[in-house]
């Protein structure tokens, strides 16, 4: 498996793959593997001839008081796990090298969807990852990237991005993978307390709870979501930031869960704010 750090060398390798026709599949991650990484990498080791992998902290899509700087990292350990899922080539780039003038001045609008929920807590936040999403695109040149369900919003706008401005790749949507007890696999987990990672649980259960509730015929998103509310306010160690009951295609809130919709669900609990989705299918 080949580390690649610089752009052009990324470049050179995925056109002369694409030249003897093989089909590059791309996986973007900031790193810090676990099995929700390792899922969409075996996803497209399994489609595709020519499976790249990228591991780059964006710094364009943390907010100024966000966790930049702590983010978790571990490189080496990173490769020696795409390596054994049979990865061809990990590109670990510098910032530099993704944006080679310093801050982009040109960047991608995430527009009036990109606003809302991750992005109304997070400001600035969707216009860092499509961004670089589009930048990575345009340097590896997949005809698939894999993207997983858990950041459901980022997913709706990258398969957004890529039909409005174009894109020739085929955003494929992956499922999120849980611990045995529920909570969904997140780099940033690695900062619960034991006290918390308990806590953390009241996201997958509140969600779990509303899908039951909408499978039993309750189509009404007031109760639906307050069975999210209610499982998060009942936990000390949490603090809810948003739930929001969305259609999948438009993302706009639901007036009526009448065909699959999506519940999602922010909270902070300690130091990491969390985030976690489930769709919702009624009867
Ligand atoms: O989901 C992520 O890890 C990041 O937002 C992504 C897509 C790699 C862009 O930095």
């Known amino acids: 498996m080949d580390v690649i750090r610089r752009r052009q060398d990324l470049r050179a390798?995925?056109?002369?793959?694409?030249?003897?026709?093989?089909?590059?599949?791309?996986?973007?991650?900031?790193?810090?593997?676990?099995?929700?990484h390792l899922s969409l990498m075996r996803r497209a080791r399994s489609e595709c001839d020519l499976a790249v992998v990228s591991v780059f902290v964006n710094p364009l899509q943390f907010g100024p008081t966000e966790?930049?700087?702590?983010y978790p990292r571990d490189l080496d350990r990173d490769v020696a796990m795409a390596e054994a899922e049979g990865i061809d080539l990990v590109f670990a780039p510098d910032a530099e090298e993704?944006?080679?003038?310093?801050r982009p001045e040109v960047t991608v609008d995430p527009g009036q969807l990109g606003e809302r929920l991750e992005g109304a807590s997070r400001p600035g936040h969707f216009h860092g990852v499509l961004t670089v999403v589009a930048n990575l695109l345009n340097l590896v040149g997949p005809s698939m990237a894999y993207f997983g369900e858990k950041d459901f919003q980022q997913l709706v706008l990258v398969r957004r991005m890529a039909l409005d401005l174009s894109f020739p790749v085929e955003v494929v949507e992956c499922p999120t993978v849980r611990e045995p007890d529920g909570l969904a696999l997140s780099s940033r987990n690695v900062f619960l307390s034991s006290e918390e990672r308990t806590a953390a649980l009241c996201l997958s259960e509140g969600l779990r709870a509303a899908a039951k509730r909408v499978r039993e015929g309750d189509s009404w998103p007031g109760p639906v979501a307050a069975e999210i509310a209610d499982r998060v306010h009942a936990e000390p160690l949490a603090e809810l930031d948003y739930v929001a009951l969305v259609d999948e295609e438009t993302f706009q809130e639901v007036e009526r869960i009448e065909r699959p919709a999506r519940a999602l669900v922010a909270a902070r609990?300690?130091?990491?704010?969390?985030?976690?989705n489930i769709r919702l299918e009624p009867s």
């Not at 966790?67 to 702590?70: F, G, I, M, R």
């Not at 993704?98 to 310093?102: A, D, H, L, T």
């Not at 609990?269 to 976690?276: A, S």
């Open 98 to 102: 993704v944006y080679p003038r310093g």
């Open 13 to 36: 390798v995925a056109e002369r793959g694409r030249a003897e026709g093989l089909t590059v599949g791309f996986v973007p991650t900031m790193g810090f593997f676990h099995e929700g």
């Open 269 to 276: 609990v300690g130091r990491p704010r969390l985030i976690d």
């Open 67 to 70: 966790d930049l700087a702590s």
